[in-house]
């Protein structure tokens, strides 16, 4: 397996800075940037805040999507309804994280660079990366995000485009195959979300000359960065996070074997499915059915090689508290009202382990994708496979056309925020009352139908502006 992680050391060395808020009188800005490898140090501290960012971001993305329902009190109670509001303080430590990560990232290049010409033009590319990656997330989950410190607001479509500069630096300088082309995919990436089809096939179709890549994360638990969706679904008692009834069977992606301290598992930034996923709604979005199917069965190949592992389960029981009917036993599930019933979904921890995909996993099968006839089958399906391979990963909001809105903290400290900028954008497709979330239970057969089944709604507002951008 091609994999590249970006691995914390055993002790993080991060120092003072603009953007830190511990004032040491002992390291002052000069002293650290005439010191021998700043730079490299300096690479080790974006690595430990890329941990951070990706924590806040993963668990309250996951919680404000369809993936999973915060069944406990630990983190945001409202998220799940949809209920997003600037003066929430998740909101605020939301776009903190993404402005931490890409201030670090400019003060690397712009200041810490000239200081230390020993570093690498793979420690450079890392820098653009990282500036890149904040850009994207900015990009896919907010309205809009100041350029700067207390600067102009630009929209998403710009911190888009500006990723792809970053990204497109990072693959200029990088020198490794694999970074290369995990670098590509992050192009990929973000050209999919402006809609451009040109340049996201011609990155996807050059991420994939590694197809099995995975560019991954790691945490530290000994240093107190853990993995925050491995406690919220495994490692914590009661598990916090329970996942839709008809993603129960991918829940936990991440587990911990022994003392959770020494077994926090890595987390893909980025991973080889994305390209075939990218290519096959290219080729659904140009009328070339065929072509996407194909798309889709070299992913389903993909996917099929990927690691999996039994995982003892047992204590998993769903009832953090808010609600207590989660399905506990191997039920039947129906995606919604209208849909047929379907087994495997929902697993009985108590029999023993559990199969658990360690990178991607879905029950979409290639007979499932020969069987499509239509445009709107093959969209719905790609679309179930986006949400099932990117489960945990926080991938699915931006999917579903919800945005966060520029926090209160910022507004009240930046004149450049208008009003426009404060209010959550959440499509009027998108079900209030924690609906996305929402199932009945048949009292007799335990059969479990979900209220929503949010692929047919995309599917159905396919041509709002908010969502599937390939298609406008």
């Not at 951070?52 to 406990?72: G, P, R």
């Not at 197809?211 to 495994?234: C, H, R, W």
């Not at 996942?243 to 069977?249: F, G, I």
């Amino acid at each position: 397996m091609k994999k590249i992680s970006i691995a914390l050391s055993v002790v993080f060395t991060l120092a003072l800075t603009t953007v830190s808020c511990v004032d040491n009188p002992y390291v002052t800005e000069d002293n650290y940037l005439n010191k021998p490898n700043a730079g490299h140090s300096w690479v080790i501290g974006l690595q430990k805040q890329m941990a951070l960012t990706t924590n806040i971001i993963v668990i309250n993305a996951e919680i404000t999507s369809d993936n999973y329902f915060n069944n406990y009190t630990q983190y945001s109670k409202v998220f799940d309804q949809p209920q997003i509001d600037y003066f929430d303080p998740d909101v605020n430590n939301l776009q903190a994280s993404i402005q931490a990560l890409r201030e670090m990232a400019t003060y690397g290049l712009e200041v810490v660079l000239p200081k230390d010409p020993t570093l690498t033009e793979t420690d450079i590319a890392y820098m653009n990366f990282c500036k890149g990656y904040a850009n994207l997330l900015g990009g896919e989950l907010f309205l809009g995000l100041p350029e700067s410190n207390l600067g102009p607001v630009i929209t998403a479509q710009d911190m888009l485009k500006k990723a792809v500069e970053n990204f497109t630096k990072a693959y200029e300088l990088e020198t490794k195959a694999d970074s290369k082309n995990a670098y590509a995919l992050f192009i990929a990436r973000a050209n999919y979300r402006l809609g451009n089809k040109a340049q996201a096939k011609q990155y996807a179709e050059m991420a994939i000359a590694t197809p099995n890549l995975l560019y991954n994360i790691q945490f530290d638990g000994k240093n107190s960065v853990p993995n925050e969706m491995q406690n919220a679904t495994y490692d914590a008692l009661p598990n916090r996070l329970a996942p839709l009834p008809r993603l129960d069977y991918l829940d936990p992606k991440f587990f911990s074997v022994g003392t959770p301290q020494n077994d926090q598992k890595s987390l893909a930034l980025a991973k080889g499915e994305e390209g075939y996923l990218i290519l096959a709604e290219i080729a659904l979005a140009t009328q070339d059915i065929a072509g996407s199917k194909y798309q889709l069965y070299q992913l389903l190949d993909l996917v099929a090689s990927r690691p999996t592992e039994l995982v003892d389960d047992k204590r998993e029981t769903r009832n953090g508290g808010i609600r207590p009917d989660y399905p506990l036993k191997e039920v039947k599930v129906r995606f919604d009202a209208n849909a047929p019933e379907k087994e495997g979904y929902v697993l009985d921890r108590q029999k023993g382990k559990v199969l658990v995909s360690k990178v991607s996993g879905t029950k979409v099968t290639k007979a499932d994708i020969e069987s499509i006839t239509t445009a709107d089958e093959l969209l719905y399906t790609i679309y179930l496979l986006r949400q099932e391979i990117f489960i945990s990963e926080g991938r699915r909001l931006a999917d579903l056309g919800i945005k966060f809105p520029i926090s209160q903290i910022e507004a009240g400290n930046n004149a450049h925020v208008s009003a426009e900028y404060t209010k959550a954008l959440i499509p009027d497709f998108i079900p209030a009352k924690a609906g996305m979330d929402d199932f009945t239970t048949d009292a007799t057969t335990g059969t479990v139908t979900m209220k929503y089944d949010m692929n047919k709604v995309l599917v159905t507002h396919k041509n709002s502006p908010y969502i599937m951008p390939l298609f406008k």
